[in-house]
């Protein structure tokens, strides 16, 4: 799952939310120099990643994209499945999606100093091109999967992505939707248990 998923799978809890947004930054046992929140939330992405990667539904998706794309189906996938949480917000949260990025944003802000240097260099393009809020739209994760390609140095060829997410958008939808219920269902207990 791609950074709106974790941050919505994280429950209400803040230090949660920022160690589940923040764990891809921390490696190893890093993470046991974190407040118990944050570590927590970091422990709860990892399971959450693990899970995502082994479900049968979410390999279903990525097998679609494996032959354009190879390893990079999964992150292509995360990303999509994003979208579909973005553009179908209101079945998930009685909050509206606007409102919701903007707190997220504001608790980064006020907890600055506790994020990766990385994060924290990254922070200012996030909000500054709302990337959270921008998933809703095919426009904008086709943005985002340029940026991704990018950052590959045009390897992944992400970018074209957009070309199955529009020629399968309903295979796809179906198969987010089917897999978040169990994925929800998942990090709660999951949550519980750490």
Excluded: C
């Amino acid at each position: 799952m791609n950074f709106l998923a974790h941050i919505y799978l994280s429950g209400d809890d803040e230090g949660v939310t920022i160690g589940n947004f923040i764990a891809d930054g921390i490696k190893g046992k890093r993470y046991e120099k974190y407040p118990e929140s944050i570590r927590k939330g970091i422990l709860l992405h990892r399971a959450i990643d693990s899970y995502t990667d082994a479900h049968p539904t979410v390999r279903q998706s990525t097998k679609r994209l494996h032959e354009n794309y190879g390893h990079y189906s999964g992150v292509i996938v995360d990303i999509l499945y994003d979208h579909y949480l973005a553009k179908n917000w209101a079945v998930y949260h009685d909050q509206p999606l606007d409102e919701y990025v903007d707190d997220f944003y504001e608790l980064l802000r006020i907890n600055f100093e506790i994020l990766p240097v990385r994060i924290q260099r990254m922070m200012p393009y996030m909000i500054s091109d709302n990337w959270l809020l921008s998933y809703s739209t095919i426009e904008g994760i086709s943005t985002i999967l340029d940026q991704m390609n990018v950052r590959t140095k045009g390897v992944s060829k992400m970018n074209f992505a957009v070309i199955e997410l529009e020629k399968f958008y309903t295979e796809f939808e179906a198969e987010f939707t089917s897999f978040f219920d169990e994925l929800i269902a998942y990090s709660q207990n999951k949550l519980s248990q750490l």
